[in-house]
């Protein structure tokens, strides 16, 4: 299931929460882990592209030359 994390922060923000509160949130519901960390909306969303990236396998070694 994709999370939506603009639509996911903007309801939070609705319902009260505050906007540290509801981006923190929003990155632990699609699993990025908070801590001590402050996420934005916009490292939340790199972080799932890069994450989506690597799961469809973009990032693994090919053998192949690619030219720089």
């Not at 609705?14 to 801590?35: H, K, Q, S, W, Y």
Request: no cysteine; hydrophobic share 40%.
């Amino acid at each position: 299931m994709e999370l939506r994390t603009r639509a996911t922060y903007r309801n939070l923000l609705m319902r009260g929460f505050a906007p540290d509160e509801a981006v923190n949130l929003t990155a632990f519901l699609a699993g990025i882990a908070i801590g001590e960390t402050r996420w934005t909306l916009r490292q939340i969303n790199q972080l799932l592209f890069l994450r989506e990236m690597n799961r469809t396998g973009h990032f693994t070694d090919t053998g192949e030359a690619r030219p720089h």
